[in-house]
């Protein structure tokens, strides 16, 4: 599975490096990455504008609502809410949707909440085999992660987003004390974190990110009592790269380091990407 993954993630990362190439030249829009309509919903307080549909291809994911793999279709509805779903993540028998709500919008300050969940039925991955589908058979896992992000943009340059988020977690059926995809995915964990972000924008279609996941505490439920974890195995750093191709056609890719990635995709340094169109 990991291999066919890798293989997927370098042909569209391909595309993805071929598609930078051409962002170079501005793009002839009266807009930029910090206006309502380009500005990046991750990590941030932003929603999508009213009538606006985005669709989100990606791979190698660090999130539990985009590990392996994502096709993200999410709608603005106005007044600050968005509705967004992974169908790549259902077509294996994690059903998911994330709601967003972008509350306060003053010029030197927003603030927006997100709430999501996630049921993952283990009978239903049918991807996977062996003693890891004999194991994920056994349980079915509820996820139900809850944050509050503040957004400002210091300057014409520089955003900063610091977000805190709180994941409920629970595990149905009998797993003993071995640890599962959902463990690995960060869907069969409860955990409070910080996760701020800094924005710098050297061009009007260009965005670099920095990123980290700070968590406060982190538990893995258990039959006989939860599991801690220690911040040492939790914590997560990233970079990225954000650029605007054409009118609507945004691309990302991103380094992540973590214990996540080791035991997601056997490497602690590792790469992902996605593709975003809004229309």
């Known amino acids: 599975m990991r291999s066919t993954l890798r293989s997927a993630s370098l042909a569209l990362l391909g595309v993805t490096v071929a598609l930078s190439a051409n962002a170079a030249e501005p793009v002839s829009a009266a807009s930029d990455l910090q206006s309502p309509s380009d500005v990046s919903t991750r990590g941030s307080a932003y929603s999508l504008p009213g009538g606006t549909w985005a669709f989100d291809l990606g791979a190698l994911g660090a999130g539990a609502g985009d590990a392996f793999a994502k096709l993200g279709v999410a709608y603005g ?37 997100r709430v999501g969940f996630w049921y993952g039925r283990g009978q239903w991955f049918w991807i996977l085999s062996g003693v890891t589908k004999d194991l994920v058979s056994k349980v079915d896992v509820i ?60 061009t009007d279609s260009t ?8 968590p406060i505490f982190t538990t893995i439920p258990r039959e006989r009592g ?20 054409a009118r609507g056609l945004f691309g990302s890719l991103r380094f992540h380091y973590g ?21």
């Not at 690995?184 to 996760?195: E, H, T, V, W």
């Not at 801690?228 to 191709?245: K, N, V």
Request: proline share 3%; net charge negative.
């Open 259 to 279: 214990k996540t990635g080791e035991e997601l995709y056997g490497a602690r340094l590792y790469p992902s990407f996605d593709v975003e169109y809004r229309l």
């Open 226 to 245: 939860d599991i801690d974890r220690p911040f040492s195995e939790t914590w997560a750093a990233e970079i990225g790269l954000r650029s605007r191709f």
């Open 207 to 214: 965005a670099i990110e920095l990123g980290a996941a700070l």
């Open 77 to 113: 509805f106005g007044a600050g809410v968005q509705l967004e779903l992974n169908v790549a993540h259902a077509s294996v028998g994690l059903l998911n949707a994330t709601a967003r709500w972008h509350f306060i919008d003053t010029r030197y300050f927003d603030l927006g909440a």
């Open 143 to 202: 996820n139900v992660p809850v944050s509050l992000t503040a957004s400002t943009q210091l300057s014409r340059f520089v955003e900063l987003d610091l977000g805190v988020e709180y994941s409920y977690s629970t595990l149905l059926g009998s797993l003993g004390n071995e640890d599962s995809i959902f463990v690995d995915m960060q869907l069969g964990m409860s955990r409070l974190a910080l996760n701020p972000v800094l924005r710098f924008f050297p």
